[in-house]
């Protein structure tokens, strides 16, 4: 039963990635894709997390810490990008 | 290390000391101390004649690598000892000619001019002394370019380079074509002595590689000896200095091919292909130079295709003499060897009256300032000395009696009219050419000796045409001549003297073991043979010579008369160009400086290297049998990746392609954590996104992705390129899973699996295998990234400004 729910559950996570690369693909707006991005990353956390439980291990729980960590900084990273169009502030004097 | 060995080498050494002696004693002339050289070799090497003449030889060993069979090992024989002799004999004449022929010490360098001159020297006395095929080698190519230095000795010249550049082209080719065949002899015999490989002759003549070596070697002579079609860096070698043409083109260095003919005349010399290859091509190229020379204006030039056309009846006369291996000469007589006793004696003789020639022409030009036959004439008065040695040469060079060279042309009649009595080689029907090609030959050579010699010295003197006042020269010039001279009219009247010292020994070791034990070669030499054959042909010579040139006129109204340079140039002077531009057109063509090209180049031959390898040995193969099960997840995974993947090329806005880029590797990411590897995921995931950060920093940068108009065949050649490598991974991948199923072999991983905490105290395997079993791997690693990490600092912090090289 639970070996059922958790590959159902996958599958809809995984359908869920692949609706948001096709928003990644389509846009229209710069945002869109990130946001969609942003959104791959934290189902990405859940997939690991389930993965975790199908394969019963603890091994991947840094994974999902990093995941978490990179989708954060990648998100602001963009964004930052989408405004100032640089990633890194140079030092003003 | 024997006295020969030093003989060999000490114009080498001299060599180095000259440039010395040309600076710090400056008021002699750097000629005088070159010369005591020659003259005590010469004065060494007479005294093995009596011993050679008894028909013993000088065997001396040095070994230089003997792991690979190549010595310095010297022999002395009869034919050695001719060149010897004729190297050091001529060359103190030579040299005494220059003293005086380059008597502006300031203005000619001297230093340069003996240092290439002994270089040359030396070489020579290698190549004729060396017994060992590696070192005769070695000396071979010393000789050529000894010889181009020389030929470019004014090298301001334009004309004189080019003459270089061709004369080093030719003979380097056909040195190198000779060092083939010397490898093939290696192959066949297993040595690179040369008289073992006599001894082995009879290995030689049954094996495959008989002809290709014989054909290679044939190619080292002809080029050196200019032989039919490669005789055309001769003439332009002419714009070397007179002492060097006289020495180098006349006397020694093209008589190189002829000494090797001769000295591996026991080796090929039985097969009809070289009897036909070396008396065909001397013959040819005797009418083409005979024919060639009476063209000519320039009288260097003459000289220059007489040499050729001498060069070419030597070679005919030791193709002929090889013919002698297959008659017992206890049965037949003298008959069959005489065009080798022609050979050898006539090889002498064109040394003595060529040299003596070559320097006239020197003092002519020196004295006169033009060697162009139009502007001379009417010398005979005022050059008296120059004139009377200038006759002597020209009419043993006719080959008029009582000189050698009428000696030798009868020899090389007698010798012409044997070989259509010969019954093998389909001479009984071919043979009648040789005697008719050689009395047209000798009739063009009696004119051109005449024109040259007439035209120089008969008629009117034309001061007006001249640049000097024209007289008499220098005594120093005119000794080597007059020596030169003395031997033509000696060895005319006396040709004995050379009969059983050096001819004899000569024969010996061009046709060894056609004697028997203790025989000797009857060689006499005489003027009157009584009324036959070869006395009217050689009238036939004189009146058809004459009539020729008393119509010279006629034959100047005809267009080929006009044409002074050989047809032949055309060949080689085009050849040279379409090699140039065919090299650049070849290079053009795949060297387009553009990356894409190359990334196809390289992906074709993948692809067709690894499709061929299958494809020849059959290799493709599917196994299902061991395959994991794919979960549902998994599969809806590898869709999006491969969406994504082709989905990469159509995307036009960079930004999103960044993402795309990212978003595949963060399903690999996540493909790692399905197939249990989570240290790789971990990696997998940093770097990713550090790659995303660092293309969003660089490509802000950039210009928009631009819109490149690609031609369809273009996109289709990326098509087809990008399937097939893509087919023939995907196929190479697929067989060797297959292939590894059907050869299980044992996996490493579980040892590691079994020792990973036992040895290394680690449960992380993977990080046990990184650090631990394979830490090298890692530590070099981490140097890869430091030196990136370096590369990209000094790529930003070092900003070249100005226009270095980097």
Known sequence: MLELSLTIALIIMALSILVCFIRVVKGPTMSDRVVALDTVGITLIGIIGIVMIIQNTLAYADVILVIAILAFIGSVALAKFIEGGVVFDRDHN | ?806
């Not at chain 2, 004999?89 to 290439?116: A, C, D, P, R, W």
């Not at chain 2, 981490?782 to 990209?792: D, H, Q, R, S």
């Open chain 2, 1 to 806: 290390m024997s006295l020969l060995h030093l003989v060999i080498l000490a114009p080498f050494v001299l060599a180095i000391l000259v440039p010395f002696l040309y600076k710090y004693v400056r008021q002699v002339h750097t000629g005088w101390f070159v010369m005591i050289l020659p003259l005590t070799l010469f004065i060494y090497f007479l005294q093995f004649l009596p011993m050679i003449s008894r028909g013993e030889t000088i065997y001396e060993q040095q070994p230089w690598i003997p792991s690979l069979g190549i010595n310095f090992d010297v022999y002395v024989d009869g034919l050695g000892l001719l060149f010897g002799l004729l190297i050091t004999g001529i060359g103190t004449l030579v040299v005494l000619y220059s003293i005086y022929y380059l008597y502006n010490k300031k203005k000619e360098s001297l230093h340069n001019f003996y240092v290439y001159l002994l270089m040359f020297m030396g070489a020579m006395l290698g190549v004729v002394f060396s017994d060992n095929l590696m070192t005769l080698y070695i000396f071979w190519e010393l000789t050529s370019l000894a010889s181009s230095l020389l030929i470019a000795y004014w090298f301001h010249k334009e004309r004189s380079r080019y003459g270089a550049q061709k004369s080093m082209l030719i003979t380097v080719s056909g040195g190198f074509a000779m060092l083939a065949g010397f490898s093939l002899l290696y192959v066949m015999t297993n040595t690179f002595s040369i008289r073992e490989i006599i001894a082995q002759a009879d290995v030689i003549v049954t094996s495959p590689l008989f002809i290709p070596a014989m054909l290679l070697v044939l190619a080292g002579a002809f080029t050196k000896s200019a032989q039919f079609p490669f005789h055309i860096w001769l003439p332009d070698a002419m714009e070397a200095p007179t002492p060097v043409s006289a020495y180098l083109h006349s006397a020694t260095m093209v008589k190189a091919g002829i000494y090797l003919v001769a000295r591996l005349t026991p080796v090929f010399g039985i097969t009809q292909h070289w009897f036909w290859i070396v008396s065909g091509f001397g013959i040819f190229t005797l009418i083409w130079g005979s024919v060639s020379a009476i063209r000519q204006k320039d009288l260097k030039a003459i000289l220059a295709f007489s040499t050729i056309s001498q060069l070419g009846l030597i070679m005919a006369l030791l193709g002929l003499g090889s013919a002698a291996f297959h008659y017992d000469v206890a049965v037949v007589g003298t008959l069959y060897y005489t065009a080798t006793l022609a050979a050898v004696f006539h090889l002498i003789n064109h040394a003595t009256f060529k040299g003596s020639l070559f320097m006239i022409v020197g003092i002519v030009d020196h004295e006169t300032g033009t060697r162009d036959i139009r502007k001379l004439g009417g010398l005979m008065a005022i050059m008296p000395i120059t004139f009377t040695v200038a006759l002597i040469g020209t009419l043993s060079m006719a080959g008029v009696p009582p000189f050698n060279g009428f000696l030798s042309k009868e020899m090389f009649f007698t010798a012409a009219l044997n070989a259509t009595t010969m019954d093998i080689f389909n001479m009984q029907t071919l043979g009648i050419l040789f005697p008719v090609i050689a009395w047209i030959a000798s009739i063009f050579t009696f004119a051109y000796c005449i024109l040259m010699f007439s035209r120089t010295f008969l008629g009117k003197f034309k001061p007006e045409k001249l640049e000097k006042e024209v007289h008499e020269a220098p005594i120093g010039l005119l000794i080597p001549p007059i020596v030169l001279a003395s031997l033509v009219v000696i060895f005319g009247l006396f040709p004995n003297l050379l009969a059983y010292s050096i001819i004899e020994p000569t024969m010996a070791s061009i046709l060894p073991n056609v004697l028997a034990d203790g025989e000797r070669f009857y060689v006499n030499i005489y003027h009157w043979h009584g009324f036959n054959t070869e006395l009217f042909m050689t009238i036939g010579v004189v009146i058809f010579g004459s009539l020729i040139y008393l119509n010279l006129k006629k034959w100047a109204e005809v267009n080929w008369f006009l044409r002074e340079r050989d047809p032949l140039n055309w060949v080689y002077d085009n050849s040279l160009v379409w090699t140039v531009n065919g090299s650049i057109k070849v290079t053009n063509m795949q060297m387009t400086g553009l990356l894409r090209d190359y990334f196809v180049f390289m992906t074709v031959f993948i692809i067709g290297l690894m499709g061929y390898t299958m494809i020849k040995y059959n290799i493709f193969a599917i196994d299902l049998a061991n395959v994991a099960e794919v979960s549902p997840y998994v599969l809806i995974l590898v869709i999006v990746l491969l969406a994504t993947t082709v989905l990469l090329p159509f995307i036009s806005h960079r930004i999103t392609a960044i993402v795309a880029t990212g978003v595949i590797g963060f399903l690999i990411a996540l493909l790692f954590v399905v197939f249990r590897a989570p240290d790789l995921a971990l990696t997998q995931l940093l770097v990713e996104t550090v790659m995303v950060v660092l293309f969003l920093l660089a490509f802000y940068h950039l210009p928009e992705l631009r819109k490149e108009k690609f031609t369809p065949r273009f996109k289709l050649t990326n098509l087809v390129v990008s399937i097939g490598v893509g087919l023939v991974i995907t196929l190479t991948a697929l067989s060797a899973h297959a292939f590894s199923h059907a050869n299980p072999i044992q996996p490493i991983s579980d040892y590691f699996v079994k020792n990973s905490y036992e040895l290394a105290g680690g449960k992380n395997m993977v990080n046990v295998i990184l650090v631990d079993f394979r830490g090298l791997d890692t530590m070099l690693e981490v140097l890869v990234l430091a030196i990136a990490a370096l590369g990209i600092v000094v790529l930003i912090k070092l900003r070249m400004t100005g226009k270095e090289d980097v």
